[in-house]
Nanobody, 123 residues
């Protein structure tokens, strides 16, 4: 059974940068398209970015264009999300997801999820 573990979250000052990682175990990451989402308490989970199985294709939410970059290293079974110029509103729990047959924005298209990593942006 595939398992996803996110890391790299923490307390970061506004204007700073952060790189989140998501490591896949139990299966080869190359079998999955990967996505990043985030959730603020009380709100729905928000799609941020997705990357195709080989990494040749990427797709971003309009809100994520310009400051968020998704990438993957299939040799390391890891997908990354770089966030630059962090804003207070980026404070959220960030989740990665794996989709065997799906690559896109819809949560239900993904087959497995991590537990998330908390990012808190301070002023």
């Amino acid at each position: 059974q595939v398992q996803l573990v996110e890391s790299g979250g923490g307390l970061v000052p506004a204007g700073g940068s952060l790189t989140l990682s998501c490591t896949v175990s139990g299966s080869s990451i190359s079998s999955y398209a990967m996505g990043w989402f985030r959730r603020v308490p009380g709100l729905n989970r928000e799609f941020l970015a997705a990357i195709s199985w080989t990494g040749e294709g990427t797709h971003y939410a309009d809100s994520a264009e310009g400051r968020f970059t998704i990438s993957r290293d299939n040799a390391k079974n890891t997908v990354f999300l770089q966030i630059s110029n962090l804003k207070l509103e980026d404070t959220a729990r960030y989740y990665c997801a794996a989709g065997r047959d799906y690559y896109g924005e819809i949560e239900s298209g993904y087959d497995a999820w991590g537990q998330g990593t908390q990012v808190t942006v301070s002023s």
